[in-house]
């Protein structure tokens, strides 16, 4: 096992400017649509991390062509098996690919981390079936499975409950415009969570000129019909900025996040309004977003149904806020990496915090904090709350910060730099 990573402790104000690598988000479904589409791709910035990779990997091993470094040049290509696909750990990868491993011909096994088995899994499964997929999952209804792929899928309509994952819907939608009827989904059942996610599926698939209509709540339709090939300059990822942006309200200093969009689909956009909340002056120019500490560091009373994967870093940074939080409409987090919600009251609360797990969230009491081993339960966000924590607690020490490299392998050098820069 790593040793604890010392965190950097911050004896100045932290000020200066970062640049983002490539969205996952964004990344992962233009490799999916790009697999599916009907003439080669040119993905540029692509995020290279462990859950692009793993992407990537996949589809290489259906049979399609992957190829450059800086810009990804994706050759599509009849699907085939038999192929073993690793999840790893990627949500994305575990939703987004079985839909498309459907059109496969030959069995497509998949298989993830200890950790990616107990995410939720089944509705999807049991989804794809009503599509007309033959899927072996031993009665698990979670990873491993094997999908017999036949080279086509009926498609039509199905019901799914998708309050576990908005990647149930956005997988589905993904592939829907290859399988026979296209595919519509109705969700029924406790409100889908990280809605902006869904509609980041609906942008890309339209613009590769896919029809879909999605007037209606909770029901999406995508026609059958060719995907186009992308031509595409992937967007910074914006939830990986919080961490570097949360630093300079933790210390009174001042970050700018190069090439912030001005218009985009990531829910990560969704920082701006929250840090200013706390208390941030928050500018959006031609340098990008710069967020500046205000007098004070307030509590955060939120709903972050739409926006959960943010939580674990504003929840770090609530536990060091002059007046207390409530973040609220995250319980699908317990379904993520880990259980994020009892992780980070199990964490903050072991460095003196004090923090209580509610039913659909957290409440958070600002604390004086001590140093400690932060625990990262293998899940890059938890690493990223620790690692926020340290630049103003002493001796904060994070385990397994090298799990950041699920979605950005550069993390500790960008910090480290950020933070010893001034
Ligand atoms: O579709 C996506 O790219 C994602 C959707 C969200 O998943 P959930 O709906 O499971 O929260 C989000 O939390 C995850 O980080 C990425
Ligand atoms: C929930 C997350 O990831 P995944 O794509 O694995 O679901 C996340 O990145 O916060």
Redo the contacts with the bound molecule.
């Keep these: 096992m790593q040793n604890p990573w010392p965190a950097p402790r911050a004896d100045r104000p932290v000020t200066g400017t970062v640049t983002m690598p490539g969205s996952?988000?964004v990344t992962?479904r233009a490799l999916v649509l790009a697999a599916l589409a009907d003439g080669p791709s040119m993905l540029r910035a692509p995020l290279r991390s462990r859950?692009t990779e793993l992407m990537a990997a996949a589809l290489r091993a259906l049979g399609v062509g992957i190829e450059g470094t800086e810009a990804w040049q994706v050759t599509p290509q009849k699907l085939r098996g038999p192929a073993t696909v690793d999840c790893g750990?990627?949500?994305?990868v575990m939703?987004f690919l079985p839909p498309a491993a459907v059109l496969a011909e030959g069995p497509v096994t998949l298989d993830g981390d200890e950790q990616a088995r107990v995410?939720p899994m089944g509705r999807l499964l049991d989804a794809l079936r009503a599509l007309g997929a033959d899927i072996d999952d031993g009665g698990r209804a979670s990873l491993p499975f094997t999908v017999a792929g036949t080279g086509t899928l009926p498609g039509g309509e199905v019901t799914i409950d998708a309050s576990a994952?908005s990647?149930f819907v956005s997988g589905l939608l993904l592939s829907g415009a290859r399988y026979e009827k296209g595919v519509t989904v109705h969700h029924d059942g406790k409100p889908v969570p990280s809605l902006p996610h869904i509609d980041m599926s609906v942008a890309m698939l339209r613009a590769a000129g896919v029809t879909v209509d999605d007037s209606e709540a909770n029901t999406w339709r995508v026609e059958p019909g060719p995907i186009a090939g992308l031509d595409l300059d992937i967007e910074p990822d914006l939830?990986n900025a919080a961490p570097f942006l949360a630093a300079a309200l933790a210390t009174g200093g001042r970050v700018t996040v190069t090439g912030w969009p001005v218009r985009t689909t990531q829910a990560g956009d969704a920082l701006r309004d929250l840090l200013a909340r706390m208390g941030a002056e928050v500018t959006l120019d031609a340098r990008g977003l710069t967020v500046a500490a205000g007098d004070r560091l307030l509590g955060l009373d939120a709903d972050l149904h739409d926006v959960?994967?943010l939580t674990?870093v504003l929840a770090a940074l609530a536990a060091l806020a002059e007046t207390p939080s409530r973040l609220r409409g995250v319980a699908h987090?317990r379904g993520?990496?880990t259980d994020r919600l009892a992780a980070l009251a199990t964490e903050l609360n072991n460095l003196g915090g004090q923090v209580t797990e509610t039913e659909d969230g957290l409440a958070i009491e600002p604390r004086p904090l001590h140093g400690g081993v932060f625990g990262s339960y293998s899940?890059?966000?938890m690493a990223q709350a620790g690692v926020l924590l340290g630049l103003v607690v002493d001796g904060i020490a994070v385990e397994n910060v090298a799990t950041t490299g699920?979605?950005m392998p550069t993390f500790t050098t960008v910090w480290t730099d950020l933070v010893s820069v001034h």
């Design positions: 996952k988000s992962n859950d750990l990627a949500g994305t939703r995410r994952s990647q939830s959960g994967e674990p987090l993520h990496e899940d890059h966000r699920k979605t």
